[in-house]
């Protein structure tokens, strides 16, 4: 384990993990709430609206992430 290698610095390392563990979190709830707007029978009556259907993946991404947290 990294923990008890003597070069590597505790804090640091266990910071580094809960950021990558809370990214992949927000990322899976991101996707999944954007999962759920897209198959609605009608998206544009969802959180995305008409104007984000029209924008571009990045956009949308971002956006099903702010909405996700």
Partial sequence: R???DR???YFVLR????LCVTVFAVHCAGCFYYLLAARNHDPAETW???AILQDGLGIR???S???SI
């Fill in 65 to 67: 992430l702010y909405w």
């Fill in 61 to 63: 991404y971002v956006t």
């Fill in 48 to 50: 995305m609206g008409k």
């Fill in 2 to 4: 990294l923990e008890k």
């Fill in 7 to 9: 070069n590597y610095n």
């Fill in 15 to 18: 910071c580094a993990k809960l």
